[in-house]
């Protein structure tokens, strides 16, 4: 997978594919993988914004037959500019954000993406909590139209991750909108950790500054200098606790009993032809995965209210220390016995912790999260933490508990801080302890 990052929306510069290496080096270093069948998925940022660099690039990829082109995208251009070039070997996904553009805007763009020559192969629907309501009317329309629509529920993902429960409604919209594998991923997030998968023999991640690693192995080498990493012949141990939730990834496992194919290399093709047989076959109301899905998502709620039930005896001893009671307090986690976040630049990370108020208690109305002045993240969701309660001897500090799945700024290599924001819910306002970041080349 190759990555592009453009410019952030204050119109900053930010580090840049192009930036590091010309066009004719990027099609150079492509044209030497050796293998005579490649899927290259380009993500970004927004790849179609550089109009001059990657038009140059997408026409030395149409030169290279063996190479099919997916791209992710939001479909925030003018595909005029792109006039030309030979699009039978591109296939696109583009995501919409209702919270990002207005739904009319986005209809009309792709129309004119398809109606230029570009496939549309699947419309990567982002349906947050607070946009359920126009999601089917906004589902309607793209299906008459025939465009294969994937509903990508954003609940227990990025900064909504610190929910721990799914209304009947949302559990609906992922039912109708998902195969059952990909349910069974996206709403169980099985533990992966160990099993044998053949993904880092298929995949290699190539950064946007030329840094290469296998799958989602974690050591990286640079391309230009070092080369291509050796691929493994034989499935691997996953190092993840869980799977990232790639549709490609987990259909890579060995021992999936849910995936009676053969393993081969997945494409955005494979996965939209693969829902819509699924569609047209009437399995969408399977009651079996419904209830699954129900049962899970009912004894998330029901664990839940246990937990909180098992403070209550607890609270009633002394404190093991005296709670602030005029300030916002809390602590960012320490994972894996580090109190420090290692990453690359512009890596995704897990944060997490906890947060109350001294006079107020909790929840809090919203947690924001800068590295060097930049806002990476914002909290708006918070569940229990038992162990804070008890800590502190208070049951109104119980929902206190935050987390979160970000993106790192672009920073060069070095020590930085994680600076944690929290605002309760009388506008009481308080700064966390600084979190230690190791930006690692």
């Not at 594998?181 to 992966?192: A, E, F, G, V, W």
């Not at 208070?394 to 920073?411: E, H, I, K, N, T």
Request: overall charge negative; proline content about 6%.
């Amino acid at each position: 997978m190759l990555v592009f990052r453009q410019r952030s929306p204050q119109g900053e510069r930010q580090e840049h594919a192009f930036d590091h290496h010309t066009v004719d080096e990027w099609l150079e270093v492509i044209r030497r993988f050796p293998q005579q069948n490649i899927h290259l998925k380009i993500t970004g940022g927004e790849p179609f914004l550089d109009r001059k660099n990657f038009r140059a690039l997408l026409a030395g990829l149409a030169e290279m037959k063996h190479i099919r082109v997916g791209i992710d995208t939001n479909g925030y251009w003018d595909p005029a500019w792109y006039d030309g070039i030979d699009k039978s070997g591109i296939w696109l996904n583009v995501s919409y954000h209702p919270s990002q553009a207005d739904f009319d805007g986005f209809f009309n763009r792709l129309l004119a993406i398809r109606d230029s020559g570009f496939t549309v192969t699947m419309v990567n629907y982002i349906v947050a909590p607070e946009n359920m309501d126009s999601f089917e009317a906004a589902f309607s329309r793209l299906d008459r139209e025939g465009f294969v629509v994937n509903a990508s529920v954003m609940i227990q993902t990025g900064l909504y991750l610190s929910r721990k429960e799914r209304t009947e409604r949302e559990l609906d919209v992922l039912v109708r909108h998902n195969t059952p594998l990909d349910l069974y991923y996206k709403l169980l997030q099985p533990r992966t950790k160990g099993r044998l998968c053949f993904y880092p023999a298929m995949t290699v991640n190539i950064r946007y500054d030329g840094w290469i690693r296998i799958g989602c192995m974690d050591r990286y080498q640079d391309l230009f200098t070092d080369g291509m990493p050796e691929l493994s012949r034989t499935a691997v141990p996953c190092p993840q606790e869980q799977c990232d939730n790639c549709v490609d990834m987990y259909r890579a496992l060995t021992d999936e009993p849910r995936y009676e194919k053969p393993v081969k290399l997945y494409t955005l093709e494979d996965y939209s032809r693969e829902f819509s047989d699924f569609r047209c076959a009437g399995r969408v109301d399977d009651l079996e995965v419904r209830r699954e899905a129900v049962a899970y998502w009912s004894g998330q709620v029901e664990a839940r209210r246990k937990r909180e039930e098992a403070v209550l005896p607890v609270l009633k001893s002394a404190p093991v220390e005296q709670a602030p009671t005029d300030r916002v307090f809390g602590f960012v986690d320490a994972r894996e016995g580090k109190f420090y976040i290692q990453a690359h630049s512009k890596d995704r990370v897990w944060v997490s912790g906890w947060a109350a108020s001294g006079p107020n208690g909790t929840p809090l109305r919203e947690l924001r999260m800068k590295i060097e002045g930049q806002e990476i993240a914002v909290v708006h969701d918070f569940f229990p933490r038992p162990d804070v309660a008890e800590y502190f001897a208070r049951a109104d500090l119980l929902q206190s508990g935050w987390q979160a799945l970000v993106y790192l700024p672009a920073l060069r290599p070095g020590t930085y801080e994680l600076i944690v924001e929290a605002t309760d819910r009388e506008g009481l306002q308080g700064t966390l302890p600084p979190w230690r970041v190791e930006i690692v080349a």
